[in-house]
């Protein structure tokens, strides 16, 4: 049974005192007015929750701050400037914190009823020491008092890292985050609860998000609230929260349904890694997401959530919202390259597809059924799609006017040499068709370095989600083309785009919400990670240390190193009395699950390490395997 929670750690300004959060608003303005340097208020507001000096350092990162500073002192700034600068927004703050200390209104009242009900009440801040001992005098001569505070002052960091919740943790002797809530009114806060593995809540009036004081809020009229209120919890919720209330009159009654699921829900134990290319092993924390939910016709989930991806897969996609867009759909992986194959190739086109495995064999399957003019290479699965093998079949054949090719075969792990094919097939002139499913999210992909104009993946690969719905990433111009080329309904291209683009993120029919939720979940773990190449990183060692292990247990990887991808990689079977089945299910029953041979060449069988595995699971496995060899 899970331990029901029973501590809450508070944010300090614009969550428990501090209606709007104006005092560090302010004193930034007068700091940076004070260098002859203008920020606005939203500027402001978008890091606020960070320990203050961080949050300078933020501001001194915006373009506009970066290019007037260097126009004005003709240098750039530097450490020193942040730490002058950091001087001057306490002298403004201290000049007037004393005027922000009032408790929002509720809060009073919701503290008392949670420590009658025995709960816990801690805190964490973006200000300092100094700072909060003058919030706390203040609040407590007003009636709140938490029984614990902590800022950032002797900590490794403060906000979004963890480490404020733990010291809150270890203060007032909670041993598990399962037993906390973390509530705030920023995205620092969000990440803060997040990373600690407490449950994360924003709350939305009297936030720096809202940045409106009462009577603001007060003058708007209910539309126009309730509006900016949607966009505030959205923008909670795709940063991680796991619940957002409008004021803290809801938090008691959160609580209890939080822990009346906790006494129902089971664990989320793993039985087993899984060790394929997708579907794959996931994180608690995207398993988690899909606990809630979803309308597919509320703002929160379209406006919020929906819009949210598809931004975010052009920024990994390293291209500009201009030129590219994005259209998710329901559906596999397949259905997406069927999709862009049959509403973007015309009748007076023709594709040629090379193909060394299953999946580049499917887009020509496609193509044959579609009744599209193509022309299909096939090459053995050992063997690479190289540059000359297009540039010859371009040569000979001038009616071919698109390009596909799969980035890294799943078949067997092999990658094809991205950057070298697309050289050709845009030097030729044609239209250059990526089916990058098992590579995209794990394989840093410039698509505008590369002229690629579509590129074709899936929810559950390298970003690490949940089968139930692709993307495609396609030029703006190509999607154009492709109005009125459908030969089917469900799979029309630009229709599910045009319904995306005019409903702010609508899809045209039933969405799979708890995919799309925990998606966004994953891609904010991926963007935590640091990123592609950070993750890129990760799997290659995973990989190398999987060849290794697996070669000292007897078992020989079928590519060559030059051509493996470090996504999936297939083995020889040793002998010719193994038999993968038992060899399967004695691994599952030790926490593995493998993946079978799909070649015609030889018995192989696969192992992939995508997903929430690590370099020292590939060990651990390889060991494993070796024990019972």
Partial sequence: MKTKINCVIFDWAGTTVDYGCFAPVAAFINAFNDINIKVSAKEVRKPMGMTKIDHIRELFKLDSVTNKFQELYNRSWDEQTVAELNKSFEKHLFASLDNYTSPIDGVLEIVSELRSKGFKIGSTSGYNNAMMDVVTAGAAAKGYAPDCWVTSDGMPAGRPSPYMIYQNMINLSVSSPSEVIKIGDTIADIREGVNAGVYSVGVVLGSSDLGLNQEEVRDLSELELKKLMTQVRSNMLVNGAHYVIDTMAELPSLIDEINKKSSKDSSLERPYLLLTPGPLTTSDRVKKAMLTDWCTWDAEYNLGIVQYIRKELLKLACVQEYEYTTVLLQGSGTYCVESAITCVIKPNHKLLVVANGSYGERIGQIAKYAGISHKAIILKETE???????????????????????????????????????????????????????????????????????????????????????????????????????????????????????????????????????????????????????????????????????????????????LQSPIITSFRYPSSEFEFKSFYAKLKKQGFVLYPGKISQCDTFRIGNIGDVFPEDMVRLAKTINENS
């Fill in 384 to 562: 690479q799609v190289t540059p000359n093998i297009i540039e010859e079949a371009l040569c000979s054949d001038s009616s071919i006017t698109h390009v596909a090719v799969v980035h890294c075969e799943t078949t067997t792990g092999i990658l094809n040499p991205l950057e070298a094919l697309a050289k050709v097939v845009k030097s030729a002139g044609k239209v250059f068709i990526v089916d990058a499913m098992s590579s995209f999210g794990g394989i840093p992909i410039n698509m505008e370095q590369l002229n690629i104009d579509i590129l074709i993946s899936s929810a559950n690969k390298c970003i690490q989600g949940v089968p139930g719905f692709g993307f495609i990433i396609i030029k703006r111009s190509i999607l154009d083309g492709a109005k009125g080329n459908s030969k089917t309904l469900s799979l029309d291209l630009y229709d599910q785009w045009e319904a995306m683009e005019k409903g702010e993120g609508k899809w045209r029919f039933t969405s799979p919400t708890h995919v799309v939720r925990a998606f966004a979940e994953a891609i904010a773990e991926l963007n935590e990670e640091g990123g592609v190449e950070v993750r890129n990183k990760r799997y290659i060692k995973s990989q190398n240390n999987l060849v290794k292990g697996m070669l000292e247990a007897g078992y020989e990887a079928l590519l060559p190193t030059e």
